[in-house]
């Protein structure tokens, strides 16, 4: 059984947050969609690296 370190809310929300932040500060632009994705991408890959490392 593995051990949940994030909880799947909590993921969730931070995910959210960081999206409402991003169009909040940069509005309706077309690269900010690009770059929750990266965001996204990166965080989950940190994730990944400091679990197996």
Known sequence: MPIELISSEL???AFVAVGDKLD??????AWVKPLYWTTVILLFSGLVVYYFW
């Open 11 to 13: 993921a969730e929300e």
């Open 24 to 29: 909040d500060k940069f509005g309706k632009s």
